[in-house]
Structure formats: structure tokens, C-alpha cells
Nanobody, 114 residues
């Protein structure tokens, strides 16, 4: 199983980034997919989640700014990040879960400068 995250980088406050996570080795369409963020010195926290039926959930801190989506034909989940703030700076990890089976991808660093 591999979850390959990409799209991180350095952006100014107010800017946008789109993260992608390409999955292989799993039946992608049946997994709930999530993005977690881990800021320096802090615990990893859920940012956004999309279930297999397309239902989405967001952390309060990103509601209205971030959008999670999935393309089952491409086995890829996306996180569109708009109106970025310095406090969004974190390593973002892709996560796949189905029942008791879960997988983490490697992180992609997002740095938002003020």
C-alpha cells in the first residue's frame, strides 16, 4: 500500500495550494480518506475527511477555506487550501481507513509566510 502525497510548498498568507494524495494497493473507492496536519511541536490533527460516499467533514479552523475531494477513477484525494494563514503551517499527511485497516502516507510540508 502506498499513499503518495504531493503539492506542499511555501506560500504567502492569503494564497492557495492544492495537495494531492495518490493511492495504490488498496480498493480506493471504499476507503474513507482524510488529511491530517501536524504543526511544529504539536500533535497530528484531523483537517478534513471524505467518506466513500462523498460525505465531508472539516476541522472548525478550516471550514470555508479548505475543500476535500476525491477522484475514484484516479485513486486520488485532494485538499484545496484557500485563504491560507500562517497557523496553517504544518506537515500534511494523507490517511486511508476502512474498518480496522488504515494507512498513512508520507507528509508534505506546507509553509505559510506572513
Amino acid at each position: 500500500v502506498q499513499l503518495q502525497a504531493s503539492g506542499g510548498g511555501l506560500v504567502q498568507a492569503g494564497g492557495s495550494l492544492r495537495l494531492s494524495c495518490a493511492a495504490s494497493g488498496i480498493t480506493f473507492s471504499v476507503y474513507a480518506m482524510s488529511w491530517y496536519g501536524q504543526a511544529p511541536g504539536k500533535q497530528r490533527e484531523l483537517v478534513a475527511r471524505i467518506s466513500s460516499d462523498g460525505t465531508t467533514n472539516y476541522a472548525d479552523s478550516v471550514k470555508g477555506r479548505f475543500t476535500i475531494s476525491r477522484d475514484n477513477a484516479k485513486n486520488t484525494v485532494y485538499l484545496q487550501m484557500n485563504s491560507l494563514k500562517p497557523e496553517d503551517t504544518a506537515v500534511y499527511y494523507c490517511h486511508a481507513i476502512l474498518g480496522v485497516s488504515f494507512h498513512w502516507g508520507q507528509g508534505t510540508l506546507v509553509t505559510v509566510s506572513s
